[in-house]
Each structure stands twice: as C-alpha cells, then as structure tokens.
C-alpha cells in the first residue's frame, strides 16, 4: 500500500457515462488484478474506491461510471492535473486456481477489472472466454478491447439492443469452463453463484470508510468469518461466499 | 521534557498525538504505513466483553467535512483481544496503549476492565459510554450523570491503571455528565464521541446508512467539539483528552488552548493514513509559528 500523486495523461469518454483515465505514477505497490485504488478528491471527505483496469509498467488505467459528485470531478478533469491515491488496495483475483479455459464474466463498470485479469491469464497460456453484460448498446465499451487481447468475447444486452438479448448468465449451461471469475452488480454476481458449477472468484463492492482495513466499515461475513471487503476482499472464493438475507 | 510531550495521568507521552478508537484498528494496518511509535500512543478499537460483529451495511455515509459510521463496536470480544491482537499490537508499538471499553451493563463494564487493565501493554483505561450505534447500548449510561457516575464506579473498583471517561456528546449539559463521572472516580475524561446523524440517499429515498443512524465525525464536527471540551476543562479538576474533527497541528493547538492535555485523531486517519504522523512532524514548525516554546505550557491557555 502507497500513497502517492499520480499525473492524469488522458481522460476520455467511452460511453455517455463511461470514462477511461490514464494515469502516471508509483504503481510498484499494486500487485494483483482486481485490486483498487482509492481517490482523494477536492472537497469530499472520503475517498472513492476505483478498480484497476490496466497496468503497464509506470502508467494506471481506470474506467469509471459517473453516477455522483467524486465521478462526475474526475470527469472533468484533463491531462497534466494530479490525484493522490492510495494503490495497491484488496487482495486481487488468485491467479493460481488451476484451469486450462477460464471463463469471465463482467457488468457494467464491473468489467474494468477483468481487462487486467484477462491479459495476465492470456500471458499464463490460458483460453480467456469473456461475457461481458450491459444495459443497452450505447452502454457497450471494451468489446474489441478484449477482442484485440485474444479473448473470445460474448456481449450481452439485456433490452437485447446489440449481442445477445439477456444476462451474461444466459445459456451459461452451454458453456465449457474450468473455473470464472467475476465482477458486476450484486444481483449478477447472485446469479453467476446460481448458474456456475465450477469454482470462481467474486468481486465485491462496498461502502468504504478507510478502504485500507482500518474501520471495519465494509465487513461482511462469509463462511470463514467475518472478512473486510476493502482487505481480505474485494475478490471473494465462491465456497466462502455467504449471501445475507 | 521534550517540547512537544505532555503527561496523560501520570504516564508521559512524547507527544499529545493519539488516533481514537475505532479509527486505528490494533494499530498494525497503520504500521504498514508509518513507524507508529512517534505516536503518544494510541486507543484501539472498542473493546466489549462478548465477540460482536456489529450492525449491517453500509455502514458508512459521506457528509460535508465529515463522515457518518454505524460500525457498531465490531470487535472480537477481549479474550481474543487480549490472545491475539495485544500479542500482534506489540511487534509494532512499544508505548503504552489506551485500552477503549465499551458494554452493555455494569458487570460487563467491569469484566472487560479488570481483563485489560491487568495487561502490561496497558496504559490506560478508556471507557466509552457513548457510542451511538447500538440499540439500548452505550447511548443509556452517556446520557445520565447518575448511570455515568455507577459505570466509573464500576470501573475504578477494579482499576489500577488510570481511567479515562470518554463522553458523548448527544447530551444537553456535558458538564453535569463529566462532573459526575470525576465523582464517580474519573483520573479523567475524553470527549467527544460522534454526534448522532443521517444520511438519505435522494434515489432510493432510503436512509444510506443500514441501521438508519448513526456517528458523524470528521473536521465538520471541530467546533462543536472545541466548545464542549472548553467547557469541561474549566468544570473540571482531571485532565481531559480532547478529539473531534482534529486534522491539522493547528487544530492540535487550538484543543490544547481549550484544555486538552492530548488530542485524538479519528476519522482523519481513513482518510489520510499518515494524518497522524504529519500532525506530529508539523507541530514543531507550528509551535515557532505561534511563539509556543513547549505544549504543556498551552494547556488550557484560554480562559
Ligand atoms: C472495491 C471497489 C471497486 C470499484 N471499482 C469501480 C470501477 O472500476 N469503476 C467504477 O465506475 N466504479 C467502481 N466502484 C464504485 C465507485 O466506488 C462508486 O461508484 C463511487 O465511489 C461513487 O462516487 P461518487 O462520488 O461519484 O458518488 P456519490 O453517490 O456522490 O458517492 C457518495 C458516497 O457513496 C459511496 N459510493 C457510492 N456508490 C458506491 C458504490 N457502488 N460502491 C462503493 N461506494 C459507493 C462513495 O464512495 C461516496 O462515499 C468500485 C467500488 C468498490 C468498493
Ligand atoms: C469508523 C469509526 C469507528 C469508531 N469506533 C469507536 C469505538 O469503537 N469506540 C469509541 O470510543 N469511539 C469510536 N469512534 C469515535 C472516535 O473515536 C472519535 O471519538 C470521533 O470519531 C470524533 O473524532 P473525529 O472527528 O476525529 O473522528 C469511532 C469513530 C469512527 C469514525
Ligand atoms: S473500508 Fe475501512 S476497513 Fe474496509
């Protein structure tokens, strides 16, 4: 864990709400896919946790969806301008779980994260089978970006707009896969829990105090105990997974 | 005596810096980001004598200059506290360390107590009668002067280490409240705790936080903290930990003017990790700012 200034050297719209900011700076301490970094902005008092989407040596990639007051400043922010972040927040996605055909399933701005993950299992020699979930087809990005990795891509559309019509949890018994993981709402992610039979990981969101594991502001309990989402989490093994209410 | 320390009830302290409760973990997250032995010390998280995994999410609300937590006490009870994170705590920090108790009733008070006021690790005794997050719970005992005055009562039969009253501020008269707790055998007091607040979320029109209410913090609540430990360190003859939106050397200052012997940091912490650290190291630079030759010549300044 850093804190650190980092330099913006783009920021961009990719969807009407969408944006894709491009960061220099310390990236030594992030470590793992489906880590985060949490923002300091003017005039808010907390942080806003933001997942890692990219990482090339000394330059960050975010993609964030502008749905408040912390999102739409970063929105409005241009190249040469700093953020302070904390980096090399959560603990990641194991890359370790053994799998030959791994199978991703993103929604929303629960995608980003899974950029990062599919190139390190690429990098692995892995098949990296992706589905990513959106509301409409205005709200579709990063379909050619996982194509251009090498990825198969499935794009899903629940009005059925563009892709297929539905959830990315569609015909998923069709589907051949060693292992998933995942990030997106928390009704996707009960979904994918349904429908998957295999082992995976799970990335969670939640509201957080300190995102560094100091005010037990984001705990839930899973079947090994309690665990800090922002410390322990965000990426949670299926087995562990209990689901309140 | 080094410029910047000060003496908390007997036990000096290097400085007058301490991260309050519940904000500061058992201090080893923080050590991963800063030595934190420049600390004075520091009081950990809220101790209660049964495990608690505290109330649902979200727990956390944003405010202006400030925050809301409805953690509710989570901790892991004080046999584990006292098995697993003292042991932990003291790989990291080799001061004394302010033990934070919360309970339910006068026995729980007085159990939790008497378990860490027998450890070494242990400098003082601070007992939270305030915390506003858990139903029927703290909130009760902080409101009464008479409830607070049986709680200390409790407390000190079986202390050895000094105790530290820590009160809420959700009260209409804090001096009646500390008067009875320095009745009650206070060696002192700290104030203040969160003020009760709320958040709703204007979409869901839903309250933000899970449990509907609960304590605001952070800079935003600075003032109303200055003036209630203003209050209490001119009613009372102990000395008075000051905290409430602390989050500069200034405000460190300006506590100590008002009657703080040492100030708490809390909700700066999440924020900024190293808040703690760059309170103490700006101190010495803010003292020759203001003709401040040492900090306990300031204590309770302002008249
Ligand atoms: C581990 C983690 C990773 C995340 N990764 C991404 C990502 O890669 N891209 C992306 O677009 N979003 C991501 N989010 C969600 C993002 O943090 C929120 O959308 C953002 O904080 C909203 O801030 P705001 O000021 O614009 O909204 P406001 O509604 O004004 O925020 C008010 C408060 O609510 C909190 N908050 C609001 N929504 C959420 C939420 N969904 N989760 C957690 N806190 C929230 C904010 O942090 C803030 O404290 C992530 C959240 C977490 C916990
Ligand atoms: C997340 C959080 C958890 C807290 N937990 C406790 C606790 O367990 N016991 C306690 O006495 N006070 C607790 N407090 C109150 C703080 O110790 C402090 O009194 C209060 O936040 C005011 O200081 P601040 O404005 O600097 O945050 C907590 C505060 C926060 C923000
Ligand atoms: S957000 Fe503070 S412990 Fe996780």
């Given at each position: 864990m850093k804190e650190t200034l980092f330099t913006i050297i783009e920021n961009r719209p990719l969807t009407d709400?969408?944006?894709?900011?491009?960061?220099?700076?310390?990236?030594?301490?992030?470590t793992a896919a489906g880590q985060f970094v949490n923002i300091r902005l003017d005039g808010l008092f907390l942080r806003r946790p933001i997942s890692v989407c990219d990482l090339n040596g000394q330059e960050l990639t975010l993609v964030y969806k502008v749905v408040g007051k912390g999102t739409a400043q970063m929105a409005g922010m241009v190249s040469g301008e700093a953020?302070?972040?904390?980096?090399?927040?959560?603990?990641?996605?194991?890359?370790?779980?053994?799998?030959?055909?791994?199978?991703?399933?993103?929604?929303?701005?629960?995608?980003?994260?899974?950029?990062?993950?599919?190139?390190r299992l690429l990098a692995q020699g892995k098949t990296v089978c992706v589905?990513?979930?959106?509301?409409?087809?205005?709200?579709?990005?990063?379909?050619?970006e996982?194509?251009?990795?090498?990825?198969?891509?499935?794009?899903?559309?629940?009005?059925g707009s563009a892709g297929e019509k539905g959830f990315v949890t569609n015909g998923l018994d069709r589907e051949r896969y060693d292992v998933f993981y995942t990030c997106g709402p928390e009704p996707m992610l009960r979904?994918?829990?349904?429908?998957?039979v295999t082992s995976g990981q799970f990335s969670f969101e939640e509201r957080m105090g300190c995102g560094f594991g100091a005010c037990m502001g984001c705990s839930c309990r899973t079947i090994t105990g309690y665990k800090r989402i922002c410390r322990e989490g965000p990426v949670l093994m299926k087995e562990e997974i209990l689901w309140e209410d | 005596m080094g410029r910047l320390s000060v003496n908390l009830?007997?036990?000096?302290?290097?400085?007058?810096?301490?991260?309050?409760?519940?904000?500061?973990?058992?201090?080893?997250?923080f050590a991963e980001w800063y030595d934190i032995n420049v600390l004075g010390?520091?009081?950990?998280?809220?101790?209660?004598?049964?495990?608690?995994?505290?109330?649902?999410?979200?727990?956390?609300?944003?405010?202006?200059?400030?925050?809301?937590?409805?953690v509710g006490l989570q901790?892991?009870?004080?046999?584990?506290?006292?098995?697993?994170?003292?042991?932990?705590?003291?790989?990291?920090?080799?001061?004394?360390?302010?033990a934070n108790v919360s309970g339910f009733s006068l026995d729980e008070y007085r159990e939790t107590c008497r378990l860490l006021d027998a450890q070494p690790q242990v400098g003082w005794l601070e007992v939270n009668v305030s915390c506003p997050n858990v139903h029927g719970g703290g909130m009760a005992f902080g409101t009464d002067p008479d409830a607070v005055r049986r709680v200390t009562e409790a407390v000190k039969s079986v202390a050895t280490k000094p105790v530290l009253l820590k009160l809420s501020p959700n009260v209409t008269d804090i001096v009646s409240i500390a008067k009875a707790a320095v009745d009650g055998g206070a060696d002192g007091i700290s104030l203040i705790n969160t003020l009760l607040g709320m958040r709703i979320d204007l979409k869901t029109r839903r309250p933000v936080i899970a449990n509907k209410m609960g304590g605001f913090s952070g800079s935003a609540v600075f003032p109303v903290a200055l003036r209630m430990v203003y209050q209490v360190a001119h009613a009372v003859s102990v000395p008075v930990v000051g905290m409430g939106g602390v989050s500069s050397p200034e405000n460190v200052i300006e506590m100590m003017l008002a009657g703080a012997t040492a100030v708490q940091i809390g909700a700066a912490n999440l924020v900024d990790p190293m808040a703690c650290k760059r309170i103490i190291d700006g101190l010495p630079e803010t003292m020759d700012r203001y003709g401040i030759a040492t900090l306990n010549e300031i204590i309770g300044g302002v008249c």
């Open positions: 709400t969408v944006y894709l900011m491009r960061l220099s700076g310390d990236t030594g301490d992030i953020l302070d972040l904390l980096t090399g927040l959560g603990n990641g996605y194991d890359l370790t779980l053994p799998a030959e055909r791994v199978l991703l399933l993103g929604g929303g701005v629960g995608i980003p994260p899974l950029y990062l993950l599919a190139k589905r990513l979930g959106f509301n409409h087809a205005d709200e579709i990005f990063f379909e050619n996982f194509r251009a990795l090498g990825c198969e891509v499935t794009v899903f559309t629940v009005d979904a994918v829990y349904r429908s998957t | 009830c007997g036990i000096e302290l290097d400085n007058p810096v301490i991260p309050a409760s519940g904000t500061f973990g058992y201090g080893y997250e010390t520091f009081s950990f998280k809220g101790t209660t004598l049964e495990p608690r995994f505290g109330n649902p999410t979200p727990r956390i609300a944003e405010c202006t200059a400030g925050m809301i937590n409805a901790n892991p009870g004080v046999k584990a506290v006292i098995e697993h994170e003292l042991p932990e705590m003291a790989k990291v920090f080799r001061k004394p360390v302010m």
